[in-house]
T-cell receptor, first 111, second 107 residues
Framework: DVKVTQSSRYLVKRTGEKVFLECVQDMDHENMFWYRQDPGLGLRLIYFSYDVKMKEKGDIPEGYSVSREKKERFSLILESASTNQTSMYLC??????????FGNGTRLTVT | KNEVEQSPQNLTAQEGEFITINCSYSVGISALHWLQQHPGGGIVSLFMLSSGKKKHGRLIATINIQEKHSSLHITASHPRDSAVYICAVNTGNQFYFGTGTSLTVIP
């Protein structure tokens, strides 16, 4: 069974802090995604990667960056956290033309 | 722009009722997915469809490619079916999501 693991379930950070969200998948999937989920807005794509060291901006990349140095790991970085980045962050992975597998999410609160 | 539209946004049903959630999309797709998210829980994939119909237990998903429309049916609904159901479409490497249908099944 595919496992997508996010490093933290809950995270509280202060405004201006640099925040790292880590995601690891164990099924050798090419594609990895970072989404944020907000009430009434659904899932919005922040960044995705279809190969090591490759990244593509999604719909809302401002204020975020990503890193994919190894195939199994995709990191989301908030360079300077702001209160409007308080959200649920979901990592997912897939092969092309296959279902998405999600991690359990990280609920980030920025105070 | 909304590539994927779901209806209804919210749905309340009595236990045992037959439930239908609809999804329309506006882009060319390689597949359509139905996802489930229980309150406080992660998102799991229920179905991946590119044509026709799939059934898993009490859940049935159908897709009409020509009309760009899919439905998720739940027969004999149960309180444990209470969750958010999300329609998503796959266009190669990208996914587009509906905003979800929040289902509450009352005993």
């Amino acid at each position: 069974d595919v496992k997508v693991t996010q490093s933290s379930r809950y995270l509280v950070k202060r405004t201006g802090e640099k925040v790292f969200l880590e995601c690891v998948q164990d099924m050798d999937h090419e594609n990895m995604f970072w989404y944020r989920q907000d009430p009434g807005l659904g899932l919005r794509l922040i960044y995705f990667s279809y190969d090591v060291k490759m990244k593509e901006k999604g719909d809302i990349p401002e204020g975020y960056s990503v890193s994919r140095e190894k195939k199994e790991r995709f990191s989301l970085i908030l360079e300077s956290a702001s209160t409007n980045q308080t959200s649920m962050y979901l990592c997912a992975s897939s092969r092309q033309y296959s279902p998405l597998h999600f991690g359990n999410g990280t609920r980030l609160t920025v105070t | 722009k909304n590539e994927v539209e779901q209806s209804p946004q919210n749905l309340t049903a009595q236990e045992g009722e037959f439930i239908t959630i609809n999804c329309s999309y506006s882009v060319g797709i390689s597949a359509l997915h139905w996802l489930q998210q229980h309150p406080g829980g992660g998102i799991v994939s229920l179905f991946m469809l590119s044509s026709g119909k799939k059934k898993h237990g009490r859940l049935i998903a159908t897709i009409n490619i020509q009309e760009k429309h899919s439905s998720l049916h739940i027969t004999a609904s149960h309180p444990r079916d209470s969750a958010v159901y999300i329609c998503a479409v796959n266009t190669g490497n990208q996914f587009y999501f509906g905003t979800g249908t929040s289902l509450t099944v009352i005993p």
